[in-house]
Structure formats: structure tokens, C-alpha cells
């Protein structure tokens, strides 16, 4: 999709069309000014302003849509973004390649706020999610125009596109189903889109990993026909700063190995290397916007099959630290992989901070539903700049109790801990799990399972991956 800022209405051309404005039921945002056939469909109740409403009017000339804010009492930026979602995604039904979203100013926020917020939403909402289907269902939205005066406009509408579009990389990579995505894939497609914006990318493949003492990652992908990876990507502007780290879990596919699932949902499993993705996206936007922050991303991937190979309940393996953990059910497989990469992330980089993104519990689903993210952290500035990007990213993040003294719920026998806890505050042990794996780096674990994959269709987003991480991470990262 290409982006464009014109400041007028009058200049746009005949193509584009319709006209998207937004409509909330106060004197804020009042669409009289685009005609009197929009003010009489509102008034009289023809184009509603519920949330995400959708009217196609044709008014003095011009086709134009209506697309509701809901009360304005009840105004978020999250409700701007996914009105605008659900007008790119409604006009992309209808095979609508040029459109033109107004831009106004709000309560609370500036004009630029709105474009960036706009830019997002729409460019998420176009987005096909119809990968492999063999004939084309319909053509998405392909020329957005944002009308805005403001001085910023462009700027934000650049930087916006830059961000949704690396979410939107992150959504192929969710969306591949695994046999298109085996480890060594995710690490190509990581070095691919990482080299062409620019950063540096080394990637190891099996030998590689048992170079560097990757056991952890070795032991869940003993089941599968396919080589785990691990890709490092780097973007290093700044000689000598230490960098940040940021670890996805690329878990490609996730049968639970022995220990394994039960089939219902099983094939969701596909996106459990969304962490993986978000990092990746997220890497790729730096590089893209020359954030001038030192950057690292590091996605250990691997898959989770039942083979006669396979890693059983009660193996035993010993980290590069020298830690050594009993699995007694192989279905815990994100944190043995992070492991890997937490202490490598420390090791190799001394971090500033270190922060890992992982569709990592059904536990932290249960805590805080589909939308949220559990956060887990020792620092409490950390937490707060990361709540802070959540803030501007309009991703939620919940923090949740890093708790220690649940520490005793995975207490081996035989080995230093267990990989998990009893069946509460599961997300918490995990989180407590990886602390293990992390000596003094400032390190906070980001629980993603709830938003990273959404297998409802959306009036603002198809289903699938949803893209979560990118932006809250490109947010955390500019701004620290
Ligand atoms: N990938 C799953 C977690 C998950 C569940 C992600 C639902 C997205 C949606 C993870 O590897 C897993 O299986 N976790 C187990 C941990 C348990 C065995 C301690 C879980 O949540 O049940
Ligand atoms: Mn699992
Ligand atoms: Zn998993």
C-alpha cells in the first residue's frame, strides 16, 4: 500500500473515493461541514455513530463514508484505530483501491496522533490474511490518502505505514501454516526481510547450535523431522551503547511433544512462534525508521513433535550455565527455548535491558483474556516503559506478579528445578522459570499468548495473527 498526505478535500483526485470521515456523537467531530447529506444522514439517524458503524452515502458529488466513534465519552485512540481498521477492511470487501481518510483532531489528541493512528488501523485492516487461497477473493485497499493540514502529517503517516507493515510482515510469518514455516524458514525469512531493510543477520543451524550450547532448544526439537535455528538480528547505530535485547519465541509448530494436546485446537499451534514474529517485525521497523537505539533480536525456533526421538517426561538437560532442569512435561517447550537465548542474549551482549515476547501460557489467556499481555519483571522502571509503550501503541499490557516464593512449585528431585509448577499461577512459574535463565541483566518477560493470534474475523482485522508486539516494541525501543 502506498501512503500520501494531501491537505485539502478539493484536491483529491476522482479515483479516490469514497471519502471515510468519523463521527462522534458530540460537537467534536461534527460532519455538517462535509455536506448537508451527512449531517441529515446522522441527524436522522440513517448513518449511526456506534463504534465501527459503516455508512456509504452519496452526498453533493461525492460518495462518502461515515464510520462511527461511538459516544465520545467513551473515546479511546484503540476505538480511532480500529474505526479506521474497520473502514479499510469494509471498503476492501467491496474491491476499493483508493480511499481518502480525514484527519482531525480529537479530545485529547493532535492532528499527527490521528494520522498515526488512522495510518495503523488501516493498513492493518487491509491486510489479506488470504495467503494460500487459490483464487484471489478480493482486491484490498492498495491507495490510502490522509487529508490533513498538520505540519507533522507526513512524518507520521510514513512512520505509522513503516510500523503496520512490519506487523503486517509479522502476520505472514503467524499465518504460514507450519509446513510452509519450518525453523530453517523462519530463520531465511528473518535474514531476508532483516538484510533488505538493512540489519546485520547471522543465523546457526543445528550444528550451529550445539556449537554454542543451545541444549535446551536441541532437546524440544529432538522430536521433529525438521532442524531447529537461531537468527540474531542486529541493529547496532551506536558504537560502544549497549544494546537491548529482545528475545521471540519461535516455536513454529507446538504438538507438546510426548506430553501431547489434545486435538480441538491443536492447529492454532501454528502461531506459537508469534513472539518470533513480533521481534522480527520489530527489528525490521528500526532498521526502517534508523531508530538510534542499538537493537538486537534473537529467535530461537525449533518445533515440538512426538517421535521416537523425542525428548521424554523425566529427561533431564543441562544448560549452558550449568543449570540443570528435569522435563516432566514436554509440553512446557517455549521456556526451555528461551532459556537458550537468555542466557546467550546476556552472555554475548551485556544488555541495557532484555525483554522476551512469547505465546508462553494458556494460564496467562486465563488471567487476562484474549486482548492482554502478561508482563513480569523484577524492575519496576522497566515495567513502567513498557507499560508506557503500551500506552502509545494502544497494545495493552497488564503487569503481573513476578511472585518468588511460588519459586518451590518446580523443585526437583533430581535436577536444579522442574520446567513446570501445578496447575496455578501457571503463567507465573513460567515467568519464574525463565528468571532462572537471566543472572543481573534488567529482563522483563512479555506473555503474548491472549493477543498474539485471534481465530475470530474482526470487523477491523482478519482472523489469524494479529501482528501483536511490533508496535509496542518499536514504542519501547525508540523512546529508552
Ligand atoms: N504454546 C503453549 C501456550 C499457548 C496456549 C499459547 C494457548 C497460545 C494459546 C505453551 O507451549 C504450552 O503448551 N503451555 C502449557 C504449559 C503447561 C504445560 C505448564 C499450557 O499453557 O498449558
Ligand atoms: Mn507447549
Ligand atoms: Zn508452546
Redesign the pocket.
Known amino acids: 500500500m502506498t501512503v500520501s498526505v494531501t491537505s485539502s478535500l478539493t484536491s483529491l483526485d476522482e479515483n479516490t473515493t469514497p471519502v471515510v470521515l468519523f463521527a462522534l456523537t458530540d460537537e467534536a467531530l461534527n460532519v455538517s461541514e462535509y455536506g448537508h447529506g451527512a449531517e441529515q444522514a446522522v441527524s436522522s439517524g440513517l448513518a449511526r455513530r456506534n463504534h465501527m458503524d459503516v455508512t456509504l452515502l452519496a452526498t453533493e458529488g461525492r460518495r462518502v463514508l461515515l464510520v462511527g466513534l461511538g459516544d465520545a465519552k467513551d473515546f479511546t485512540p484503540l476505538r480511532l484505530k480500529r474505526a479506521a481498521g474497520a473502514a479499510a477492511r469494509w471498503l476492501g470487501d467491496r474491491n476499493t483501491t483508493s480511499a481518502a481518510f480525514v484527519a482531525r483532531a480529537v479530545p485529547g489528541l493532535d492532528e499527527a496522533a490521528c494520522v498515526d493512528l488512522i495510518v495503523g488501523g488501516v493498513v492493518l485492516g487491509a491486510y489479506d490474511a488470504g495467503l494460500l487461497k487459490s483464487k484471489k477473493e478480493k482486491t484490498p485497499l492498495e491507495r490510502l490518502t490522509v487529508v490533513s493540514a498538520d505540519a507533522g502529517a507526513g512524518g507520521a503517516a510514513t512512520r505509522a505505514m513503516i510500523v503496520a507493515e512490519a506487523a503486517n510482515l509479522a502476520r505472514d510469518l503467524v499465518n504460514a501454516p507450519a509446513n510452509d514455516l519450518l525453523p530453517a524458514d523462519l530463520a531465511r525469512r528473518a535474514a531476508e526481510a532483516g538484510r533488505a531493510a538493512g540489519l546485520d543477520v547471522e543465523v546457526f543451524d543445528k550444528a550451529g547450535l550445539e556449537r554454542i550450547g543451545f541444549t535446551g532448544t536441541l532437546a524440544v526439537s529432538a522430536g521433529s523431522a525438521s532442524e531447529p535455528s537461531f537468527t540474531v538480528m542486529k541493529h547496532l547505530p551506536n558504537e560502544g551503547q549497549a544494546p537491548i535485547v529482545l528475545v521471540g519465541k519461535g516455536?513454529c509448530f507446538?504438538s507438546?511433544g510426548i506430553?501431547l494436546?489434545p486435538g480441538a485446537?491443536m492447529h492454532?499451534?501454528k502461531?506459537?512462534m508469534a513472539g518470533a514474529a513480533a521481534v522480527v517485525g520489530a527489528l525490521v521497523a528500526a532498521a526502517r525508521l534508523s531508530l538510534p537505539v542499538n537493537v538486537i533480536g534473537l529467535i530461537p525456533a525449533s518445533e515440538?513433535m512426538p517421535d521416537g526421538g523425542a525428548t521424554r517426561p523425566s529427561d533431564v538437560i543441562t544448560y549452558a550455565n550449568g543449570k540443570t532442569v528435569e522435563v516432566v512435561?514436554t509440553?512446557?517447550?517455549?521456556r526451555l527455548v528461551l532459556a537458550d537465548a537468555l542466557i546467550y542474549g546476556e552472555r554475548e551482549f551485556h544488555p541495557r535491558a532484555m525483554v522476551d515476547l512469547a505465546?508462553?501460557?494458556?494460564?496467562c489467556?486465563v488471567a487476562v483474556g484474549g486482548e492482554i499481555t502478561g508482563l513480569f519483571t523484577d524492575h519496576d522502571d522497566l515495567a513502567n516503559d513498557l507499560l508506557a509503550a503500551a500506552e502509545r501503541s494502544t497494545e495493552p499490557v497488564w503487569r503481573l506478579p513476578l511472585y518468588h516464593p511460588y519459586r518451590t512449585k518446580f523443585d526437583s528431585g533430581v535436577a536444579d528445578m522442574t520446567?513446570?509448577?501445578d496447575r496455578w499461577g501457571?503463567s507465573i512459574?513460567?515467568a519464574l522459570f525463565l528468571a532462572e535463565f537471566v543472572d543481573t541483566a534488567k529482563w522483563a518477560h512479555l506473555d503474548i499468548?491472549?493477543p498474539?493470534?485471534d481465530d475470530t474475523d474482526k470487523a477491523f482485522l482478519a482472523r489469524g495473527g494479529t501482528g501483536y508486539g511490533v508496535s509496542l516494541l518499536v514504542e519501547y525501543v525508540e523512546k529508552s
Open positions: 516455536l507446538d507438546g506430553s494436546k485446537e492454532h499451534m502461531g506459537d515440538n512435561n509440553d512446557a517447550e517455549g505465546t508462553l501460557t494458556g494460564a489467556v520446567n513446570c509448577g501457571g512459574t513460567a499468548a491472549g498474539a493470534f
